[in-house]
């Protein structure tokens, strides 16, 4: 009960203006410097992202897909359908059961990394998605690679051509700079997002750092069912960049025999007769079929410009040139310099197979994108402009996206990104500090252009789902 005062001042508002005075003439002087720090960190990387403006509407064609996320807390999720945590965390290509889905779980929650599985048991599926439905709290977005990399495009000023079967309502709710070009669905799939905080509990597990686990019964996204459409419709749109994304859905999927190869088949058909004006980019995902990473190596790769992908991602790819397992779960907080030299070698990996090969287009441009760090390789001299800028906005866009707000608000944001970093883990490379007031260092090297940014660490986790994408799209948009 607060007690009313002669002046008028409530006693207990007195009490709480009393206890602030307190806590900020006493607290850390550490504390003031590390605010200094972070606000000056945001002051450069806004000066930096505005430093350049993207081109007056850049033309934007993306595929291939989309579905509905419903998004869900994990734990609760399992918890409400009677999970019990895994006795022992287990890698499952796919999952057919609970006691797979729940060893599944366990396996990507401790280290906290990010991981997508298609569902084979449709029962399973169903049980998965009226549960969800059914929890306080759930929320239902547009999913997809393709549509939330197309609806960040369009939030930066583009107009954008997508590719996928959507059903109407899905559609409306689309920004009116998005023109979609495929089929009209009745209802469209359905993904769950299982996402958790750092620090969350199941049972003897604790995630080492927020993310999700995704989960999905997908059965018309792995054929592509709009690219006949979203290929008649692109050489009239002209864009300047063509992504694709969404290819991940084709994992583990039971296809017929023949049947994804002739799809992969029509894709690079498509891909490599774009005109040499259109830059093309494709977005890796989670991927654990290593024939399908061949044929991606196949059909894909040697008609893009452009690569993007985060810190599970690259190893995994790079696994595959290396001729080895593919690596399914790997340091979910890396180093600067492992990361760099993973993309060196990723890079000259790409290029040495385009230069055997004799076709295509040669690798240009590499962007991963971590939680403490957004890095970005692109060769001297090419279509790539502005990798400074671009570094800087994909760094920003991840605290928006996360925090769930275009506003940064430093009270929700830490760096983790180490003072300073070592540009390779090779012996006497030399370290590169990180100044407040330049925070992205970009440096020559044989042939190519390096970026580094730290990222403003969301602490407030509302979303890490949709991440990748739309800090990739961010990134693109300056250097088209």
Not at 422 to 427: D, H, I, K, L, Y
Request: glycine share 8%.
């Amino acid at each position: 009960m607060a007690i009313e005062l002669r002046s008028g001042v409530k006693y207990g508002s007195f009490l709480s203006l009393a206890v602030v005075l307190v806590a900020y003439w006493f607290r850390s002087p550490g504390s003031s410097v590390l605010d200094e720090r972070l606000d000056a960190v945001l002051s450069s990387l806004l000066r930096a992202e505005r430093k350049v403006n993207s081109v007056s509407n850049p033309r934007v064609a993306i595929g291939f897909g989309g579905c509905v996320d419903i998004i869900v807390d994990g734990v609760t999720l399992l918890n409400k359908m009677g999970l019990k945590p895994a006795d022992q965390p287990l890698h499952h290509d796919y999952i057919e059961n609970t006691e797979q889905l729940a060893q599944s779980f366990a396996y990507f929650f401790s280290p906290g990394a990010a991981s997508e599985r298609f569902v084979m048991n449709d029962t399973l599926f169903s049980e998965l998605v009226e549960a969800s439905r059914e929890l306080p709290g759930n929320r239902w977005s547009i999913g997809g690679n393709a549509p939330v990399m197309a609806s960040r495009m369009a939030l930066e000023g583009c107009d954008v051509l997508l590719g996928g079967s959507f059903s109407t309502d899905f559609t409306e709710i689309l920004s009116q700079r998005i023109t979609v070009a495929g089929n009209t669905v009745d209802e469209p799939d359905i993904h769950l997002i299982l996402e958790y905080p750092t620090g969350a509990t199941w049972g003897t597990y604790t995630s080492r750092r927020a993310n999700r686990y995704i989960v999905h019964s997908d059965d018309h996204n792995p054929y592509l069912d709009s690219m006949e459409q979203f290929q008649e419709k692109l050489n009239s749109f002209k864009p300047d960049l063509l992504v694709v994304g969404g290819l991940q859905m084709m994992d583990n999927f039971p296809f017929k025999q023949g049947e994804r190869e002739a799809l992969l088949g029509k894709l690079a058909k498509m891909l490599s007769s774009a005109s040499p004006q259109t830059a093309v980019h494709f977005e890796m995902a989670s991927f654990v079929e290593k024939s399908l990473m061949s044929d991606l190596l196949e059909f894909v790769l040697p008609h893009t410009d452009s690569l993007g992908m985060n810190e599970q991602e690259l190893p995994n790819l790079l696994s595959l040139f290396r001729g080895s397992n593919l690596t399914v779960l790997s340091d979910p907080n890396p180093r600067v310099a492992t990361v760099l030299d993973q993309m060196r070698e990723l890079y000259r990996l790409v290029n040495q197979r385009h230069r055997e090969a004799g076709t295509g287009r040669p690798l240009t441009r590499l962007h991963v994108h971590t939680l403490a760090f957004q890095a970005i390789i692109v060769k001297r001299g090419s279509k790539w402009k502005n990798t400074m800028s671009a570094t800087a906005k994909a760094s920003l866009t991840a605290n928006r996206h996360v925090c769930g707000s275009p506003d940064i608000d430093l009270s929700k944001a830490r760096l983790i990104m180490d003072e300073s970093f070592s540009v390779s883990r090779q012996e006497g490379s030399p370290r590169i500090p990180l100044e407040e007031s330049r925070p992205v260092s970009c440096w020559d090297e044989d042939g190519y252009e390096v970026c580094v940014a730290p990222v403003l660490v969301c602490t407030e986790v509302y979303q890490t789902a949709g991440g990748g994408d739309n800090i990739s799209a961010a990134g693109l948009v300056l250097q088209i």
